[in-house]
């Protein structure tokens, strides 16, 4: 096959060059160190399903790999036929499946540790055998550090704006402020933060995202909204973008990994995904925070926010605005 630069070239070497131009373009068009197929995208949803979740970048950045070339510098460096041939030969930077379908280019708007890939895996094995002993790893260590030290840094402030919670409309007619309070200790099962028995408070940003939380179709719900009458010190691990300081950085991991993110797996009583947001709720606390703000799992760039100690009753705690009776 005729060749525009690369006839001295064999056939071997030829596949090499075109996959190194491949690879070249998407590092210079993306900036980018993560590309997926479809062979490892779903890899990466379980390991930063926040990411996913919450980043449109990722969301609509996929794209086949002839759109790609046909935008590339590819188009100088080899005839048509080349690209036609070579192309079939392509590999998956990420994985190494051969790259025949859709794939996607993403960058973290942070520098991700390199260890951290191989500490979600160990954070992962301790949680499942032995949840007690997080403390031990070196990862969780820092965690417990890093909210310590950022403790010092919030003051307690009113939360601006107001508040979503909702429950189901079953065996509440007429609801009031206080319907919407934390539930009895004896009816909590471990939570996305809080222990079996131990209730906290789950608040939404915006409606959308409390029924989202909480709804499922065919079933009534009473959404409150209400505005928190009281200061708070709140720890903030919501997809915030950037990151440059070693605190914000294990913040946007924990944000955005499978440690502080994973979705919820099923409706038994011990949630094993839910481990390590437990155990960063008892840093929190340990650390005196009333409040932990996080990015939701059910709702794309919805927000929650989580009262550590909730009070035994809403009156002069809270202020109802409305509440509305919505069908799913």
């Not at 307690?156 to 065996?171: H, K, M, N, Q, V």
């Amino acid at each position: 096959m005729r060749s525009r630069y690369f006839e001295a070239n064999t056939e071997e070497e030829r596949i090499s060059i075109f996959q190194e131009y491949f690879d070249r373009d998407i590092e210079t068009f993306f900036t980018s160190s993560i590309s997926c197929c479809t062979e490892c995208h779903d890899d990466f949803r379980a390991q930063w399903p926040g990411t996913v979740s919450h980043d449109l970048e990722l969301q609509y950045g996929h794209q086949t790999v002839d759109d790609f070339i046909e935008q590339s510098r590819i188009q100088d460096a080899f005839h048509a036929e080349e690209i036609e041939h070579y192309s079939k030969f392509l590999e998956c930077p990420n994985c190494g499946a051969t790259l025949d379908r859709d794939f996607w280019i993403y960058e973290h708007p942070f520098r991700v540790p390199r260890e951290f890939f191989d500490q979600l895996g160990e954070i992962a094995q301790l949680a499942s055998r032995t949840p007690f002993l997080l403390l031990t790893h070196e990862f969780a260590a820092e965690v417990f550090e890093i909210i310590l030290g950022q403790a010092a840094k919030v003051a307690p402030a009113l939360i601006e704006g107001t508040l979503f919670r909702s429950r189901r409309a079953d065996g509440v007619p007429n609801p009031m402020l206080q319907d919407f309070g934390a539930p009895p200790s004896d009816k909590v099962p471990e939570g996305r933060y809080n222990h079996a028995a131990h209730p906290m408070m789950y608040l939404a940003k915006a409606k959308e995202t409390a029924l989202a939380e909480v709804g499922s179709q065919g079933a009534r719900f009473h959404v409150a909204e209400v505005e928190l009458l009281s200061p708070f010190r709140v720890l903030n691990l919501s997809s915030l973008g950037e990151a440059e300081t070693r605190a914000e950085i294990v913040f946007q991991c924990l944000a955005r990994s499978a440690l502080c993110a994973a979705p919820r797996l099923g409706e038994g009583w011990t949630k094993r995904e839910y481990v390590f947001t437990r155990f960063v709720a008892d840093c929190a606390r340990h650390a005196g925070f009333d409040a932990i703000e996080f990015g939701s799992t059910k709702h794309p760039s919805g927000t929650n926010i989580v009262l550590l100690e909730p009070p035994a009753t809403l009156d002069g705690f809270a202020k109802l605005l409305t509440i509305e009776t919505l069908d799913l």
